[in-house]
């Protein structure tokens, strides 16, 4: 909940920083497992660094906290996606980009 308001209150402050960790996700070459997670259904949760694929329902972990705007590459799927806030939860989200 702080993190979220600080976002409100000041965009342009640092962005907290991720150590990933490797959670044996196997669908991508090794070196590159850390970044994706498989998503757990209902009762998992995304960190402030993670955002749902929409194309293939793979979590894509990045070493810093997402903003809208961003844009992350689903590896898995091969999807080009941006990060954008859902006007309806207030939740950042992943978007297909065409
Ligand atoms: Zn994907």
């Not at 150590?19 to 070459?29: A, H």
């Not at 941006?82 to 297909?96: D, H, K, P, Q, S």
Request: proline fraction near 4%; aromatic fraction near 8%; glycine fraction near 6%.
């Amino acid at each position: 909940m702080d993190l979220f308001e600080g976002e409100i209150i000041d965009r342009e402050a640092a962005r907290r920083h991720y150590v990933l960790d490797d959670t044996g996700f196997d669908e991508v070459p090794k070196k590159y497992r850390k970044f994706y997670r498989q998503w757990r259904g209902a009762g998992d949760s995304l960190a402030p660094n993670e955002v749902l694929c929409p194309v293939c329902r793979v979590v894509i972990r990045s070493s810093r906290e997402l903003r809208v705007g961003d844009r992350v590459y689903c590896m898995p799927c091969m999807s080009r996606l941006v990060i954008v806030r859902n006007a309806a939860t207030g939740t950042l989200e992943a978007r297909a980009e065409h």
